[in-house]
């Protein structure tokens, strides 16, 4: 995975975020609570590989934030018990599936599509802004590592499970049906794919 630090100021806890697919960082750089004495942020992303980079040690407490196809990406890394609480936003455990997440056909037609302008769309019904480095190539890659996610043995472990009333991306009827009797604490918020705009600070995301 790629690692790009969005706080590091020395805090004593940390924030793992699993972000979105093509999307980086932009969604929640607003959001504060991090840096000298409150805690540094982490965020992943690029799940054709699912290897933790490496990050120092000593944190009193590592949080996991998971959004999108970072749920699917969280629930198959190798070490989920280093994390205190684990949060997972607007995302399904089974990411390509015609009940559970987003419908097979779909992704195979915007794999196929896939473009510059293809993606534009894709970001507005996220409600999102892009990268302005998006690696199309790569992108299509990642799809494909996603679509071949079938492991549905997997057991899901989040504290708390948020939806978005509106979302564009997965369908409210797959994701209710996705975390039915599976979720510690179950929401479904009004918002779209994207719920960060909700929240000011970390502290409101892991609440």
Known sequence: MKAEWLQRGGGSSLIVVLTGWAVGAGPFRHLTGAGPGACDVLVLSDYRDLSLPRWPEGYETVDL??????????????????????????????????????????????????????????????GCDLPEDADIGALREELETVMGWEDVALVPDFDRVVLGAADRIFSRRNLDRAWRGRAGRFEVLDCGHNPFGLWRDWGEVLA
């Open 65 to 126: 934030v998971a959004w999108s196809f970072g749920v699917a990406a969280a629930c198959r890394l190798p070490h989920r018990g280093l994390f205190r609480r684990r949060v997972a936003l607007c995302g399904s455990w089974m990411p390509c599936d015609d009940g559970l997440g987003i419908p097979r056909a779909l992704l195979q037609a915007t794999k196929a599509g896939l473009s510059a302008l293809s993606l534009q769309k894709f970001a507005r019904r996220a």
